[in-house]
């Protein structure tokens, strides 16, 4: 199993993004999909998760109405779309897939090895 995201890159704040991971080696619609990111100093945090077919969404407080996940199953890919972007959101984003759908590490199975969003003027 693979997951792969890319996308991050130098903004200013306000600024946009789209976040992408794709993954390989597994039935992509069997698994809930998250978003989390990882500051520096800091644990890592969880920012979206979607359900296996996008019925279900939700995000952590911080970025609501700012992020926006999506999946697209014929690609087997997940998206994050980061909006009106602030410095606080700087950290490593890596998506993860999963059983079942939640917001702790543990819900989720594989890993990618994370793309970097840096917002600064």
């Known amino acids: 199993v693979q997951l792969v995201e890319s996308g991050g890159g130098l903004v200013q704040p306000g600024g946009s993004l789209r976040l992408s991971c794709t993954a390989s080696?597994?039935?992509?619609?069997?698994?809930?999909l998250g978003w989390f990111r990882q500051a520096p100093g800091k644990e890592r945090e969880f920012a979206a998760a979607?359900?296996?077919?996008?019925?279900?969404?939700y995000s952590t407080d911080s970025v609501k109405g700012r992020f926006t996940i999506s999946r697209d199953n014929a690609k087997n890919t997940v998206y994050l779309q980061v909006n009106s972007l602030k410095p606080e959101d700087t950290a490593k984003y890596y998506c993860?897939?999963?059983?079942?759908?939640?917001?702790?590490?543990?819900?989720?199975?594989?890993w990618g090895q994370g793309t970097q969003v840096t917002v600064s003027s």
């Open positions: 993860a897939a999963g059983l079942r759908l939640g917001r702790r590490d543990s819900d989720y199975d594989y």
């Open positions: 080696g597994l039935t992509f619609s069997r698994y809930a």
């Open positions: 979607i359900s296996w077919f996008g019925g279900s969404s």
